[in-house]
């Protein structure tokens, strides 16, 4: 649906995209005498290339091609491709991006630890299972609309009121058919599978099936940042040497199988994500603790800080 400029007010920003700000803003609905709906608008940097705005108009296109909302994807509202900058009008979800909210946890772990008090403030085992099972939903749903991610990673997905996880950031992404191959751009090294830092650059569901392996481990981890000991080019290098993350000693061998079967490296071998929700929805329902929250060495895993070199 096409908005027009007056029907949008920006009320602030809630960070920077990979095109260029997102803001929280109020939208008025043609023919809503109700009044107003809360939004994010993601918008294209003032002086963005033609290139920019091409992609931003293709991840428009792809979420319009997202028929029904699914509530483990961001939904598209609409759009204005009249107003300059385009912007591209996408629901609003209050709790910022994943990554953030587990390195909070960690921050709040601490600080609940020391005054002694109980657990209750934070993510318990079934939580964190609980996002990586939310998010095979939304990667099953957007697989079966034949629609690669290319950036699946836990700072793109968003969290919603009562921890509901949506995948977001399609900027990568691109229509079927399954196999393409993209331009030159800076790229998340670090999630990406064997194949696609090769020099064909393949990307497909597979590849987002790897990525969500690294996700998961994110999880697990509260958010650390993949092979913290080696530079973003360094781990590309051994990546497609067979190199895989290790298992996480306060993570059971049942939660790593899952992990670890994402990280084939023929990527036919690889699960499809219906597979990766079956087998994490047993893990909620078993009621063991798969994440052992109380054996986490916050010092093994550091969170370093996302730089240039690798994330676009
Ligand atoms: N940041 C980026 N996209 C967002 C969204 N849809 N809702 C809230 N914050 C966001």
């Not at 209050?94 to 020391?114: C, E, H, I, Q």
Request: aromatic share 8%.
């Amino acid at each position: 649906m096409e908005f027009e400029a007056d029907q949008i007010t920006l009320l602030g920003e809630l960070g920077e995209g990979q095109f260029g700000k997102v803001y929280k803003a109020r939208a008025r609905f043609v023919n809503d005498y109700q009044g107003s709906t809360i939004v994010a608008v993601k918008t294209v940097k003032a002086h963005a290339s033609s290139e920019v705005r091409d992609d931003m108009l293709k991840e428009l296109r792809m979420m319009m091609r997202l028929l029904d909302p699914h509530p483990n994807v961001v939904t598209l509202l609409g759009y204005c491709t009249k107003s300059d900058p385009v912007m591209l009008v996408v629901e609003y979800v209050p709790n910022g991006d994943l990554l953030s909210f587990l390195r909070k946890d960690r921050t709040v772990r601490n600080v609940t630890y020391a005054n002694l008090h109980t657990e209750s403030r934070t993510l318990q085992n079934t939580d964190l299972i609980s996002f990586a099972w939310q998010v095979s939903k939304g990667m099953c749903y957007l697989a079966s609309m034949q629609c690669i991610h290319r950036d699946l990673a836990a700072r793109n997905v968003l969290v919603g009121e009562h921890k509901t996880c949506k995948v977001s950031d399609f900027g990568l992404a691109r229509e079927g058919p399954e196999y393409k191959k993209i331009k030159d751009s800076p790229l998340p090294l670090r999630w990406m599978a064997p194949e696609t830092l090769s020099i064909d650059r393949l990307y497909t569901t597979k590849s987002d099936v790897w990525s969500f392996g690294v996700l998961l481990y994110e999880i697990v981890t509260l958010g650390s940042t993949p092979y913290p000991t080696m530079t973003a080019q360094q781990a590309a290098e051994k990546i497609q040497r067979g190199l895989k993350l290790q298992k996480p000693a306060h993570c059971t061998d049942d939660l790593y199988f899952i992990m670890e079967n994402c990280w084939h490296f023929l990527p036919n071998e690889r699960p499809p994500f219906s597979e990766l929700s079956a087998a994490l929805s047993r893990l909620i329902m078993d009621e063991k603790d798969h994440i052992m929250l109380n054996q986490y060495d916050e010092h093994q895993y550091a969170n370093l800080e996302r730089s240039a070199e690798e994330v676009c």
